[in-house]
């Protein structure tokens, strides 16, 4: 059985966006839209798989690492617009660090807060290793960059900066037609 350290997941990356810790991080800008825009096929229209999202599409056509880019590119523009549904739909059930981060993503909007940040809010910058685990699963370790911004917590209160942080986060995949992150864990 693997040994997943939920609370310091939570504790590690959730401030970073949700929380925002105070930090020497560059000014944030404007809220960022993040919205992702299929390319064109080589005819001028997307293909059906260039429309359709990688949690869309079976396990056999997505690549373990890109299913983990999306997940982190969708969690991240989740937290900058408060809609988690997409990174809801690319998260199993029983990912309890899944349901904690993006339960204190909706908390904050909830409550008329909000993050801004200038360029990506969080991003994969490098995958060292993708391995297949006896449990069936797959484990993606990589490591995420969480961009400097602003945090506001409700419609009342100053917005509080917070620096750019990297973290190395191993990614548990479960496949059953198509990929879904199963767990986090550092």
């Known amino acids: 059985m ?3 350290r939920r609370v310091a ?11 925002a810790g105070c930090g020497d991080g560059e000014p944030a ?6 919205s ?21 599409l079976p396990a056999s056509e997505v690549e373990p690492e890109e299913f983990v880019r999306a997940w982190v590119d969708a969690y991240g523009q989740a937290s900058v617009t408060g809609d988690t549904s997409r990174v809801r739909s690319m998260s199993a059930k029983e990912c309890l660090t899944c349901a904690s981060m ?7 909007y909830e409550g008329v807060g909000m993050i ?3 360029g990506p809010p969080a991003e994969v910058v490098s995958v ?9 699963e797959t484990r993606v370790t ?8 602003e945090n506001q917590s409700d419609a009342g209160s100053e917005s509080e900066e917070f620096s750019t942080s990297s973290h190395t986060w191993d990614v548990f995949l479960e496949e059953n037609g198509a990929w879904r992150l199963s767990e986090i864990g550092i």
């Open 2 to 4: 693997r040994f997943v």
């Open 9 to 19: 997941v939570v504790v590690a990356y959730v401030p970073a966006l949700v929380l």
């Open 29 to 34: 800008g404007e809220p960022m839209e993040m």
């Open 36 to 56: 992702p825009s299929p390319s064109p096929s080589a005819s001028g229209s997307p293909s059906a798989s260039e429309s359709l999202g990688v949690e869309e």
């Open 102 to 108: 993006l339960d204190a993503v909706e908390e904050l």
């Open 116 to 118: 801004t940040v200038a």
């Open 128 to 136: 060292e290793s993708v391995e297949s685990m006896p449990s069936g």
């Open 142 to 149: 990589i490591t995420v960059r969480f961009n400097a911004g």
